[in-house]
């Protein structure tokens, strides 16, 4: 497998091509879909991990 990388010289970047810039952006997608599913369940659980340890609004056990 080779790899399509080439450097633009009027913007000083790397470019790819596009399969793998779209592979790219999947990626990133897929990994902020799973971060902000995880910080929901958290938030939405919270209370109820409170409540089974006895954490009363101080913060104090």
């Known amino acids: ?3 399509s990388v080439f450097v633009c010289p009027n913007n000083k970047t790397i470019g ?3 399969r793998v ?3 790219a952006f999947v990626l990133l997608g897929a990994v902020q879909v799973t971060l902000t ?3 929901t369940a958290i938030t ?3 209370p ?3 409540r089974d340890l006895h954490v009363d609004d101080e913060g104090r056990c």
């Open 1 to 3: 497998m080779t790899r």
């Open 16 to 18: 790819l091509n596009s």
């Open 21 to 23: 810039a779209s592979m």
């Open 37 to 39: 599913a995880t910080i």
């Open 44 to 46: 939405v659980a919270l």
């Open 48 to 50: 109820t991990v409170q």
